[in-house]
């Protein structure tokens, strides 16, 4: 089995954020980050040249940009409806264009996949909001792809079933899928594990996340927990993904930013957990 697979990643930000600051990733000497998007004061040319420089001089490697946008809340799930991505009619136009920016500030640090919440899919698809929704993806898909990258959609606002509906829809060739387990689990919309194998041929990322189900699922939050503390099962969800053939970056989030030292205590727990796993497994 090769052993270059797999390798540990952590999602970072560089200022606001849900990822973990830069120095946290040096200081545990994980070699792959995914970027939370900085606001666009920060998103410029020289930016760009001095985080280069510094993910190369720590041997880091970049592997996916991700968007957010001003006004998104993840206070409940109908909040999320209401709020995320591009699906809103009202902030829509101004978030394709940021999107846009994201791709273009990706380009400049040589990044070749950027990342979203899209937002909950509208389920009828003859509204006027699905219609424009649906283009709007098309031309995010289109931007990115003169900038030679895929958009990787994040899981959980949808089942896998309806994920894939809408990924044929838009008929894009670089439109994927950032896998994020937990995000299954707290959303309430399918096990997993499942959901990862019928969603396979599309993952081109992932996200190593844990959380347990709500009592109400679908209807409020499960709880993220620890890495291995959940309803994931992190040695299923390995022998999965190579089940499916991906290779790439096993990425960490812990989304807990305003608790600094629990959140860096429990990335290193995340980063021993899978390094384990990823031995047991592989055998190297």
């Not at 003859?126 to 993806?137: C, I, N, R």
């Not at 894009?172 to 959303?187: K, S, T």
Request: aromatic share 8%; net charge negative.
């Amino acid at each position: 089995m090769k052993s270059d697979i797999w390798p540990i990643g952590v999602f970072t930000s560089l200022s606001a954020g849900l990822g973990v600051q830069f120095p946290v990733v040096v200081e545990l000497g994980i070699p792959t980050i995914q970027l939370h998007s900085p606001a666009r004061v920060h998103r410029t040319p020289d930016a760009a040249t001095e985080f280069q420089s510094q993910i190369e001089q720590h041997n880091i490697q970049l592997t996916c940009v991700f968007g957010g946008f001003d006004g998104e809340s993840y206070a409940d799930i109908p909040t999320v409806e209401r709020t995320i991505g591009l699906v809103p009619d009202t902030t829509r136009a101004v978030r394709l264009k940021e999107m846009c920016e994201i791709s273009d500030f990706a380009c400049l640090l040589g990044c070749g996949a950027i990342g979203l919440h899209i937002g909950f899919v509208p389920h009828d698809h003859s509204t006027l909001t699905f219609k424009d929704f649906l283009q709007a993806t098309r031309h995010l898909c289109d931007h990115a792809q003169s900038n030679v990258q895929t958009v990787n959609l994040e899981t959980g606002q949808e089942t896998a079933e309806d994920l894939l509906r809408f990924i044929e829809k838009v008929d894009r060739p670089n439109l994927f899928v950032n896998f994020d387990p937990a995000n299954m689990i707290l959303y309430g919309l399918g096990e997993p594990i499942q959901s990862l194998r019928k969603l396979g041929r599309f993952i081109r990322s992932v996200h190593c996340k844990d959380a347990t189900w709500s009592d109400q699922p679908g209807e409020t939050w499960g709880q993220e927990v620890r890495l291995g503390d959940g309803a994931v099962g992190i040695e299923e969800y390995l022998r999965a993904l190579l089940e499916i053939g991906y290779e790439g970056p096993l990425t960490i989030e812990r989304e807990i930013p305003q608790e600094a030292e629990r959140q860096k205590a429990e990335i290193k727990h995340a980063r021993d957990l899978l390094c384990s796993v990823r031995a047991k497994i592989l055998g190297v």
